[in-house]
């Protein structure tokens, strides 16, 4: 698609949108997980600004939704599991990623793929959201890819979030908007699944002493 048939608009819409996926590509790659809340905090910050372009083009209820995706995704739970990290005193830990390089590698081969299964869609006259779309698959797949290749509980949950910035992306850049009642039900969960998050983590830590998938599922294994 050339970018130059599109408006201002529609551009900075599909930029901001690929910023998103550079974020995810940067959670992928993250081995501390401060660096890695940042990056989930700055991927709400490109969702929160592709809504507010989204509500120029007259949905003004679109604004509450950015509002609500700045203030939860960029600020709140950002900070709630920047706080969880240092009760547990896992600032300074570092996760070991074996094989990062293919870690990423696959992340781009999925990317294409997402394009590839896009490509009906954007066979559709639909210009402002061809590529989009694409994008915003592209967005929960590497969410899911997140949480199946790292091993700790609290990337894995970040995972976790990064799909749901990708699934709100893709309803927001293909529906011009959701109803109000939903995204407003959807804020609410997605705070409420943060905090019950966190519960366990704490319950976990204290219990086992390790937010290690992989230790948690040896002593699984053990205790068969």
Known sequence: M?????????????????LALLASFSLLAQTRLTAAIHSFAWQG????LV????????IHHLYVSALLTLSLKSLLIPWMLHRLVRRLDMESEA?????????????AGLVIFCYW?????????????????????AIVV???WMMVARRR???QVLGFMSMENGLF?????STRGMPLVVELGVAFDVLVAAILFGVFFFHISESIETLDVDLLNRLNEREE
């Open 2 to 18: 050339n970018l130059e048939q599109l408006s201002l608009l529609d551009q900075a819409i599909f930029v901001l949108a690929a």
């Open 45 to 48: 910050v490109m969702v929160a």
């Open 51 to 58: 809504t507010t372009l989204v509500a120029l083009s007259g």
């Open 95 to 107: 996760e070991s990623i074996g094989h990062p390089t293919l870690l990423v590698l696959a992340g």
């Open 117 to 137: 299964v896009a490509l009906p869609i954007e066979r559709l006259d639909m210009i402002s959201t061809r590529n989009v779309i694409a994008v915003s698959l």
């Open 142 to 144: 590497l969410g899911l």
């Open 153 to 155: 509980v609290v990337t």
């Open 169 to 173: 992306l893709a309803a927001v850049a």
